[in-house]
């Protein structure tokens, strides 16, 4: 019996270097088609947490304005008590009010009864995928909820 499998193991050959080329060649070109897809899929992701992120800092900034009729001066006012801390950009991983990354102004003078929040993301800068895959930075307003940027 062991004749048998040792003579076996002898008569039978490996596969031939063609036939590899072949299978690393298939390979390539599956992985070829794939990356940019996994890619794009990245970065419409990222656009999708910063439209959430801008509604949930938009929807601490109403919670705001209940309490005070204002909307405050700067965003970092929020932390204390109508969010936990304010997003990074998920496109650059800058903090807020970093740029390239989320913005905040208030609109009109001293008390503040508007504002816009923003993605600031350039087309040759860190926050390039982005900006590519949605074509335009996104903004919130309190009047316009979320759109591209014009």
């Known amino acids: ?9 002898h008569s039978e050959r490996g596969f031939t270097l063609i036939e590899l080329l072949i299978v690393v060649a298939i390979i390539a070109i599956l992985a ?30 109403e919670s705001y304005f209940v309490d005070f009729s204002q909307y405050p ?9 109508y969010t936990r801390a304010l997003p990074t950009d998920p496109c650059t991983g800058a903090a807020f009010g970093a740029s390239p990354g989320y913005t905040y102004a208030g609109v009109g003078t001293t008390p503040y009864t508007d504002y816009v929040l923003r ?14 895959v949605a074509t335009s930075n996104w903004q919130y307003s309190p009047g316009g909820g979320l759109s591209p940027t014009p």
């Open 1 to 9: 019996m062991l004749h048998f499998f040792t003579r076996r193991l």
């Open 32 to 61: 070829a088609i794939l990356i940019p897809n996994f890619l794009r899929a990245r970065a419409q992701a990222q656009v999708a947490a910063t439209k959430g992120n801008l509604k949930n800092v938009a929807t601490a900034m």
């Open 73 to 81: 001066a700067a965003a970092g006012s929020l932390s204390a008590n």
């Open 119 to 132: 993605s600031n993301w350039t087309a040759g800068g860190s926050g390039a995928p982005c900006y590519n």
